[in-house]
Each structure stands twice: as C-alpha cells, then as structure tokens.
Nanobody, 126 residues
Framework: QVQLVESGGGSVQAGGSLRLSCAAS????????MGWFRQAPGKEREGIAR???????RYADSVTGRFTISQDGAKNTLYLQMNSLKPEDTAMYYC????????????????????WGQGIQVTVSS
C-alpha cells in the first residue's frame, strides 16, 4: 500500500522559510524520481522540483535559488526547503512518486507521476 504523507505546511510571512516533508512507504519498486508539485486556486498543477534516485535535481524557474529538494539516505523521506517565500508561492503542495524512467529527462510535468500525496497547504502572507 503506497502512501505519501506530507507534513510541515502552514502559514508564514513573505520572506520567511518553511520545510515540507513527505514520508513515503509501501513501494514494491523504487521510484525513479520523486518530486513536489503545487496548485493554486484556478491554476494548473505545476511541477516545482524533482530529484532522481541518483540525486540529480531540477527546479522550476520560479523557485530556483529559493527552494531545495532533498531526501534522506534511505529515501524514506522527501524534503522541500522553501526560503524567501513570496505570496505567489501560496498553494496546495503535493508530494509525488514517479515510477516511469522518462522522469529522468522530462520537464517538470505530472505526466509520469504514479502516486500522489494528499497535499498540504502553504500560505504566504504579505
């Protein structure tokens, strides 16, 4: 039973920091990639960060230099460190596991996501 459970969301003032965590369990095969996506009301779900099993990362232009994706050594927990937060970062954030190897070379598309977390709200006030 694959489960992805996000934690660490909440409200923060602009310029502040927040760290999201995603506890992963139940995989029968190791995901090729793990990622973070977000969706604001009225907008499409967008990929913001991805990490491969080998530790290669990719970021959306909107968060490059501010957000850092990482995972623990056992790859049981995925993290997203968010610094210099802006009001436009306000969204539901989703942890994702990608079991399709095409995630290695793809853009930050949800096309190859196999499993999603339930999402966690991040609100940044100005």
């Amino acid at each position: 039973q694959v489960q992805l459970v996000e934690s660490g969301g909440g409200s923060v003032q602009a310029g502040g920091s927040l760290r999201l965590s995603c506890a992963a369990s139940g995989f029968t095969r190791t995901p090729y990639c793990m990622g973070w996506f977000r969706q604001a009301p009225g907008k499409e779900r967008e990929g913001i960060a991805r990490i491969t099993g080998g530790g290669v990362t990719r970021y959306a232009d909107s968060v490059t230099g501010r957000f850092t994706i990482s995972q623990d050594g056992a790859k049981n927990t995925l993290y997203l460190q968010m610094n210099s937060l802006k009001p436009e970062d306000t969204a539901m954030y989703y942890c994702a596991a990608e079991l399709d190897s095409r995630c290695y070379v793809s853009s930050l598309t949800p096309r190859f996501v196999s499993y999603w977390g339930q999402g966690i709200q991040v609100t940044v006030s100005s």
